[in-house]
């Protein structure tokens, strides 16, 4: 999809491949991969490659759902970042997988490792480190995860900085689940509502987004040029393929 792989895989089914990851002792990349981050890519050849170079990639958000669909390549469903990490937090308790919230504000991961272990009985959360931290402190955050040993870290960064995070830091934390999660620890803290229901089984989450942070509206004009870019790329592509068999 405009370059970048994207993994056909239901929500449960990416739970089981991380799963089997884990089981086999192997590291894991995961990238939640949205419009506004493919968009990025087109132009940065060093995100590109950092998604090439995941493990699994899931189809976050109804555009990249679209999008897919265009390139003759349809996906199941979509799979966001907050699904997938909830998800695997659900499982982790049974799974005993060691946790590590690493991002977003001071005090943000503390409340969300809080709210996680009311929410999920048994879940082992072993570490939290904001997101604020410079270049130079961050052989000490490194430090601090390997010590607390965790199966599964979830980096909300930001993108693309998370994912530039993960990339230059993956092989220092050796065999562990990493994954972007964006602004799920800000939703899971309480300190940022999720959008309504309503809104999400009716494919505009983007749009309850929008209502509840209408800081966002910068980031959401990234969706018409995607819109563009994967139909001059796609459409044209099935009016020729079509003209040819006629």
Not at 71 to 92: C, F, N, W, Y
Not at 212 to 220: A, I, L, N
């Amino acid at each position: 999809m405009l370059g970048a792989p994207v993994d056909r895989l239901e929500l449960d089914q990416f739970v089981e491949a991380i799963s089997q990851k884990l089981k086999e002792d192997k590291a894991c990349f995961v990238v939640t991969l949205n419009p506004e981050m493919l968009c990025c890519a087109q132009g940065q050849c060093d995100l590109m490659d950092i998604i090439k170079s995941a493990d699994l990639v899931t189809p976050d958000g109804v555009g990249i759902v679209w999008a897919c669909k265009m390139a003759g390549q349809p996906v199941s469903e979509r799979v966001t970042g907050i699904d997938l990490m909830m998800k695997l937090l659900e499982h982790s308790g049974a799974s005993g997988w060691r946790v590590f919230f690493l991002g977003s504000a001071p005090g943000v991961p503390e409340a969300a490792a809080k709210r996680a272990e009311a929410m999920f009985p048994g879940i082992n959360i072993v570490g939290t480190q904001h997101g604020y931290f410079t270049e130079q402190e961050n052989q000490d955050v490194l430090t601090k995860i390997a010590q607390a040993s965790p199966d599964l870290v979830f980096v909300a960064l930001g993108s693309p900085r998370q994912e530039r995070w993960i990339d230059q830091n993956r092989e220092q934390l050796g065999k562990v689940m990493l994954m972007g999660v964006g602004g799920s620890l800000d939703v899971l803290s309480g300190v940022v509502q999720r959008s309504p229901r309503w809104f999400n089984e009716r494919n505009l989450e983007w749009l309850g987004r929008l209502l509840c942070q209408p800081s966002r509206w910068k980031r959401m004009l990234v969706l018409p040029k995607f819109v563009v870019m994967v139909y001059l790329k796609h459409r044209f592509r099935l009016c020729k393929k079509s003209k040819g068999k006629v």
